[in-house]
């Protein structure tokens, strides 16, 4: 059985130095160096956003002949793969899902990405039509006009063995402030009306796309576990690979922290995944703010790194 090794990373667009103002290269190439550094390397690396271009994404770092923020990472991460006598090659997809404009230059854009190996055959992905699973009702109609949309995005892999994997990378909503349950939950993070169907429409489109059993979906919940949008997903089937890996339970879960915000640490980035794949370790997986972590420092989420075998 192959065995394959997936990332979930909340990037914070590149720009955790400036506190999410502005993208700089030095962020961006301290990224690439702790990804090329892994080893093994990774073979699928899931990122949550990233712009395409901006003023946000070329403030402080600017793009040389209109290259976007992925186009760039890309090309860092290679150098640094080169640079550390690594021979591995990534392909890039990018999933465009939202951009805020200042007259007619976008102020700044949201969207997914998803890097696999070039030695995957990918046989489908819908970078060109990411879903939509953005929840929009709302009675105040300047806010509605004013959400931002929320994706997922998919790409089907063939490992050279022969045996396919579906990926569904996603970033939910924050919890909306004008439901009672934001202000009566402590906790907030997953309580929100709007993120659960959120999670209702992203369960929904994985269960129509995937082909198998063989499947993960990961990304930035915005959801603590024990939360309504937790349990939902659980409860549907979906596997919380870390979570089930190490036997942790809910509270111990929230005590693990992914993100942190001033003296906040929450436990929002999760790697969900179906009965086709089983895990063998999540080495270079870190605490928020670990000290020798290797990704401390470099944005406001820490990644959840996983390696499975195919069944």
């Known amino acids: 059985m192959p065995d394959v090794r997936v990332i979930t990373y909340n990037v914070r667009y590149f720009g955790h130095g400036t506190r999410g103002i502005a993208s700089t290269a030095k962020s961006m190439e301290r990224i690439a160096g702790a990804l090329a550094g892994l080893d093994p390397l990774a073979d699928v690396i899931c990122l949550q956003e990233v712009e395409t271009t901006s003023l946000r994404s070329n403030l402080a770092h600017p793009a040389p002949d209109g290259e976007t923020q992925l186009e760039r990472l890309m090309a860092m991460l290679h ?13 890039a997809y990018y999933f465009p899902a939202h951009a805020y404009k200042l007259s007619v230059a976008p102020l700044y854009t949201t969207g997914l990405a998803v890097i696999a190996k070039r030695d995957f055959r990918v046989s489908h992905h819908n970078a060109l039509e990411p879903h939509d699973i953005t929840h929009r009702r709302s009675r105040i109609h300047p806010v509605k006009k004013l959400k931002q949309t929320r994706i997922c995005a998919h790409l089907r892999v063939e490992h050279k063995s022969g045996l396919d994997l579906d990926i569904f990378n996603t970033h939910l909503s924050l919890p909306t402030t004008f439901s009672s349950a934001f202000w009566l939950e402590p906790r907030r993070m997953g309580w929100g009306p709007n993120q659960l169907e959120e999670a209702m429409n992203l369960a929904r489109f994985v269960t129509k796309e995937r082909k198998s059993e063989r499947f993960v979906v990961v990304g930035d919940f915005n959801a603590l576990p024990g939360s309504p949008v937790y349990r939902a997903l659980r409860e549907i089937g979906f596997k919380d690979a870390f979570a089930d890996f190490y036997r942790l339970d809910e509270e111990a879960l929230v005590k693990w922290p992914t993100a942190g915000f001033m003296n906040l640490r929450m436990h929002l980035d999760h790697m969900f995944c179906g009965g086709g ?8 997986t870190h605490r928020f703010g670990q000290r020798n972590g290797v990704f401390r420092g470099l944005s406001d989420h820490v990644p959840i790194v ?4 195919l069944r």
């Open 79 to 91: 150098r640094a793969l080169h640079a550390a006598g690594k021979r591995d090659s990534y392909e």
């Open 277 to 284: 794949v089983k895990w063998l370790d999540f080495e270079s």
């Open 306 to 309: 996983g390696r499975f075998q």
